[in-house]
């Protein structure tokens, strides 16, 4: 069965203080890899998507990475308005004909101005 | 991203009454849809995949009699809370999937809120 595991489960930033989550996953046969961004009573927001291990994407003040066991997504100079919930989920073969997206539970961040 | 819109954005109806949600995919075609729900303070709980033109699959544990789901084309599916009741009240969100040289992206709806009083 497919596994996301997303590190810490909350963060506290100041503004200007970067830093990283983590997103440590097990999947039989990853089709991909995806980061949402959730913010209070909104669908998820799609961020990026990495395919294969040592791809790297990058968007404005975010940036994902992504090895064979798990996907980080660093936080550069961070903005209040960069408070959110971010998701992490794998796209996986588990089983039957469709692939699902399996989600971790989250890191909610909040930065402080 | 492409976009995927839900309507309405949130309902309440009396218990005993059915809801109908709108997902479309504005301008890509999806190869498959989803519905999920999500509880205050949890991830994500997939209730159902659907194909256009094919029944549903359901997640264990959830009605398919009471969450009906219909993927009448490529860019509309409708989720039916039949004869809802308060314990039914939640945020649904919709979700396409999108298939692009041959690598999937999905993107997902803003949520329907449903109070069932």
């Known amino acids: 069965e497919d596994q996301v595991t997303q590190s810490p489960e909350a963060l506290r930033l100041q503004e200007g203080e970067s830093s990283s989550l983590n997103c440590s996953y097990t999947?039989?046969?990853?089709?991909?890899l995806f980061w949402y961004r959730q913010d209070p009573g909104k669908g998820p927001e799609f961020l990026f998507t990495?395919?294969?291990a040592g791809e790297e994407k990058e968007k404005e003040r975010l940036k994902a990475t992504l090895t064979k066991k798990e996907s980080f997504l660093h936080i550069t100079a961070p903005k209040p308005e960069d408070s959110a919930t971010y998701l992490c989920a794998v796209l996986g073969h588990s089983g039957g004909s469709n692939y699902k997206l399996t989600f971790g539970k989250g890191t909610l961040l909040t930065v402080n101005p | 991203g492409a976009v995927v819109s839900q309507h309405p954005s949130w309902v309440i109806c009396k218990s005993g009454t059915s809801v109908k949600i709108e997902c479309r995919s504005l301008d890509f075609q999806a190869t498959t849809m989803f519905w999920y729900r999500q509880f205050p303070k949890q991830s994500l709980m997939l209730m159902a995949t659907s194909n256009e033109g094919s029944k549903a699959t359901y997640e264990q544990g959830v009605e398919k009699d009471k969450f009906l789901i219909n993927h009448a084309s490529l860019t509309l599916s409708t989720l039916t809370v039949t004869s809802a009741h308060p314990e039914d009240s939640s945020f649904y969100i919709c979700s396409a999937r999108e298939l692009a040289g041959g690598w999937y992206e999905q993107f997902f709806g803003p949520g329907t809120r449903l109070t069932v009083l």
């Open positions: 990495l395919y294969s």
């Open positions: 999947v039989s046969g990853l089709r991909g």
